[in-house]
């Protein structure tokens, strides 16, 4: 499936027809570097500085029985690119002989008018091309867009700014349109650099390479070979795609005052979830949780009977692999030896927002095992069917953990969370009933996650961190192998002059509403904040939008289990089908396909009740009006909980999506 060709001093290495390699003296593919970096981290905001001191270009040696052997006059030994097929995929394994060199930048060949996706779960862009993407799990950021107010008194305040790049779920990967992949197999820090015009620059703070490439005949293939290599989600239960998930806390009389008002209402609600059923904190951040993950009796008293009365209904929890001081688990995990260590030996304590806590190693075999107990012993057995697994970045540089150093294990950690979690759902029997989702991921979060929310989005309507964003990070994780997809709807970060108003909740439940879950949550300041229960007008719309995502259940299914089988995302881009238009390739589409037949153009600009749109090739019926449309440019009506929703009008489905439009 591979060609090299060798030409003098130089080579070419082909996947199948597709160049991917191009090496000479003068232009040299591969080159090494010695680097010293800085890191620093804040809140899991994290400042990386690097310095190289020396930088070598690679010149060929010779090629013999795929192998490439490289030198240089200033290099002790030889630097060696083995090449072999394996699963239908070119993987190459690159090794220095020389210890002293610790960066490595490998060019891959690269040309206009080229597209390139992926790069895990990225907000601001889906098209990569014209600029760099490093890749270290971090906090995503407030605003995330160094032009704006709203990032800038975030970095004023504490760093937490964000920019265009800082993201949970970062992997060194991405899709071409030229129809090949690349996945970085490395979880050291690195770059993927798509600013040139000529090439694509992957940077890793290593001297070995571990890199696959899949070629394919269209994106669904790629797709297929890429999440085939990471591993693929469960199907969902059906009650995680039914009716909304509703975020409410404040204790058991609250969460089923609140409940019994939106049912009153006509909402249909699948599940409650309640994030502070270990107690609260208020910082000045907001409202927080009390990390010692066990059932606070005064604030929910007898939850386990209400559960266990409540069999319609799933109830979710919540936890994260850190514990807060103070707290018994905090002390028996001590007493064990149980938490990352800094420099000096002693337990590393980090400071998040007010309160310290200790990092779980889960690196560690007696770690890992006593905490995925916990997670069986105190939300399982207490008849949770769910929970968010939060955070999973904040891992410093400098820990020492029982598998390694902090720089080698930091962006495997919320690998290696998701696995704890995975692997207590399965010895509990409850694969494929219950559900965790996460916002922080690596490669190989694929193979151990059962759902993934976008984090925390301000409540607003910014392009890098609002509503808009949640859009891109959903198909950028799709063409990264991951997809199944959630979000807060309404967003989560009311900080400064953020709050969230009834236009923003509604446009982002219309949104959730052709997505595989719909869930909301209060926020971190929810009183300043429009709620979904906050008017008998908003509860009215809102349950409207539950039911019509209970009607979609048939459907979404189907979309899940091709998800499950064969990695092609729920929520897929314009492009997927479309891969020679140019038109699909636009960001500013804010437009997307769920499942095979379904087109969603959410509003995502308040004041909007009209919205332009792209429709691809083919016959598109209006979801509400029945009308027919071509393919093409339109612009259509959008009043409020009646989003642009199109299918196409030869799906089998078609009876059902009839129906749903005179819901």
């Not at 027809?17 to 000479?24: F, N, R």
């Not at 991405?174 to 979880?187: K, P, Q, T």
């Not at 949640?470 to 989560?492: E, K, N, P, R």
């Not at 969230?500 to 719909?518: G, K, N, Q, S």
Request: net charge negative; charged share 25%.
């Amino acid at each position: 499936m591979f060609r090299l060709e060798s030409s003098g001093a130089g080579f070419s290495l082909y996947l199948e027809d597709v160049l991917i390699i191009e090496h000479s003296s003068t232009d040299p593919a591969v080159c090494l570097g010695i680097g010293r970096e800085k890191i620093e981290m804040y809140r899991g905001n994290f400042t990386i500085e690097d310095s190289v001191e020396a930088a070598i270009p690679l010149e060929l040696r010779r090629i013999c029985e795929g192998e490439i052997i490289l030198s240089h006059p200033r290099l002790r030994g030889e630097y060696r690119l083995e090449l072999r097929e394996e699963d239908g995929l070119l993987l190459i394994r690159g090794r220095c002989e020389d210890e002293r060199y610790n960066r490595l930048y490998l060019r891959l060949r690269a040309f206009p008018g080229e597209h390139v996706m992926g790069g895990g779960e990225q907000f601001s862009a889906l098209d990569m091309r014209g600029r760099r993407f490093p890749i270290w799990t971090r906090e995503q950021g407030v605003g995330r867009n160094k032009l704006t107010e709203i990032t800038r008194l975030a970095d004023q305040l504490d760093g937490g700014g964000g920019d265009y790049h800082t993201t949970f779920f970062p992997q060194p990967s991405f899709v071409s349109s030229r129809m090949y992949f690349a996945l970085l197999e490395n979880y050291c820090y690195s770059c993927l650099d798509f600013s040139r015009e000529d090439c694509h620059l992957l940077e890793l703070w290593s001297a070995e390479l571990r890199l696959a490439l899949g070629r394919g005949e269209n994106y669904r293939e790629l797709l297929g070979k890429l999440s085939g290599r990471l591993g693929r989600q469960p199907e969902l239960p059906d009650w995680a795609m039914r009716g909304i998930w509703l975020g409410v806390q404040g204790g058991a009389e609250r969460a089923m005052e609140v409940y019994n008002s939106c049912v009153a209402g006509g909402m249909d609600v699948s599940a409650v979830w309640i994030q502070d059923w270990e107690g609260k904190r208020i910082t000045s951040f907001g409202k927080r949780l009390q990390w010692d993950w066990r059932w606070n009796r005064e604030l929910y008293p007898g939850l386990d009977k209400l559960i266990a009365r409540m069999p319609g209904t799933s109830w979710l929890a919540y936890i994260n692999p850190y514990l807060v001081q103070g707290g018994e688990l905090f002390a028996e995990a001590a007493r064990q030896g149980y938490f990352v260590k800094n420099p000096e030996g002693t337990d590393y304590l980090f400071d998040f927002g007010e309160f310290d806590c200790g990092v779980v190693d889960l690196s560690m075999p007696r770690a890992f095992a006593w905490y995925k107990d916990v997670i069986k012993q105190n939300i399982i057995a207490l008849g949770f069917k769910g929970w968010m697994a939060d955070f999973g970045e904040y891992l410093p540089a400098d820990a020492v953990c029982f598998g390694g150093g902090g720089m080698e294990l930091h962006n495997r950690w919320p690998e290696l969370w998701a696995r704890c979690n995975r692997e207590a759902v399965e010895e509990s029997g409850l694969l494929g009933e219950a559900v965790f989702f996460m916002r922080a991921g690596a490669a190989g979060t694929q193979a151990q996650a059962t759902l993934v929310w976008a984090g925390d989005q301000c409540v607003d309507w910014s392009e890098d961190d609002g509503l808009p964003s949640v859009i891109t990070a959903a198909l950028s994780l799709g063409m990264s192998g991951f997809g199944l997809h959630c979000s807060d709807a309404g967003g989560y970060t009311s900080l400064f002059h953020l709050k969230r108003d009834e236009e923003l909740l509604l446009r982002w439940l219309e949104f959730a509403c052709f997505t595989p879950v719909m869930r909301t949550h209060e926020g971190n300041r929810p009183d300043r904040c429009v709620q979904i229960y906050s008017s008998p007008e908003i509860i009215g719309a809102a349950a409207r939008l539950s039911r019509i995502h209970t009607a979609l259940l048939p459907y979404m299914k189907a979309c899940v289990r091709e998800n499950s089988l064969h990695g092609v995302p729920v929520m897929r881009p314009l492009f997927l089908d479309n891969p020679k238009d140019e038109r699909a390739y636009d960001k500013n589409l804010y437009s997307y396909l769920l499942g095979e037949d379904v087109l969603v153009a959410p509003v995502v600009r308040p004041g909007e009740t009209q919205r332009s749109l792209w429709l691809p090739q083919g016959t598109w019926v209006h979801l509400w009006t029945g009308k027919s449309y071509r393919g093409g440019e339109l612009t259509v009506e959008a009043p409020m909980a009646f989003p642009p929703v199109f299918f196409r009008a030869d799906s089998s489905y078609s009876r059902l999506f009839y129906s749903i439009g005179n819901m």
